[in-house]
């Protein structure tokens, strides 16, 4: 059973954009950091170009999660109003068609009348939205709320690898603890992000850390090659 069984789904996509975010936020950052650390010990640079990531980052997720979920909500609100536009004007044609869509669910036909006509009873316009569309008009994904979250957790994820190349003196030092850093940080976004999509937490953590520790390789390597050539 999904441990988010119970939570609605617009809270649900709040999450996932959140942990997202967190681990777009460490893998980015830490990235830019390691690449240029690859290119020079210089300790303003490094954190010079973390910050600089960092608000970039930032920005551009919460940015891209507003429009991202703003067209979303805005194909979900097109399919209500058209719905509700439909069940105004036909709505015994509706009706035999929600019966229809059960039936084609494996209800028997008796079943499947009864079940509509309840549904229909209680609420007939979300009765028809689940069937059709799988949306309640009640739970829709917020862009702002998405974007704040996505924002945030960026933030807080790209912090990690940012303090961590301020707290310790020595460039080879100041690599390692960040890279120590980075992969306990992704450990706990892979937790998270498994937790939350009910999905295995070993396998999503494997997932994420080795992705990052890649990326952060792949970046050092191509600063330091660029590096040394530009010198």
């Known amino acids: 059973m999904a441990e988010t069984e119970g939570i609605s789904n617009a809270k649900s996509n709040w999450l996932r954009a959140a942990v997202l975010g967190a681990n777009d936020g460490v893998v980015s950052v830490s990235s830019i950091i390691v690449g240029v650390a690859g ?23 919460a940015v891209g999660e507003y429009v991202s979920v703003s067209s979303q909500s805005d194909t979900e609100k097109a399919y209500i109003a058209a719905e509700k536009k439909r069940l105004a004007a036909h709505p015994e044609e509706e009706f035999e068609e929600l019966v229809d869509m059960y039936k084609a669910k ?38 702002t709320h998405a974007a704040i979250a996505s924002m945030s957790s960026f933030t807080v994820g790209g912090l990690v690898p940012l303090l961590a190349v301020l707290s310790v003196a020595g460039h080879t030092t100041r690599l390692v603890v960040t890279f120590v850093a980075v992969l306990i940080a992704l450990t706990i976004t892979g937790y998270a992000s498994a937790t939350v999509g009910g999905a ?32």
């Open 39 to 61: 290119a020079t010990n210089n300790r303003g640079a490094i954190f010079t170009a973390g910050m600089a990531g960092l608000v970039a980052g930032a920005m551009s997720m």
């Open 200 to 231: 295995s937490r070993r396998r999503a953590i494997l997932r994420v850390v080795l992705g990052g520790a890649l990326a952060m390789a792949i970046t050092y390597a191509i600063g330091h090659a660029f590096g040394t050539a530009i010198t």
């Open 106 to 143: 494996g209800m028997s036909a008796k079943t499947a009348r009864i079940v509509a006509q309840e549904l229909t009873d209680h609420d007939v316009i979300k009765a028809h939205l689940e069937v059709e569309f799988g949306i309640d008009e009640d739970d829709l994904n917020s862009p």
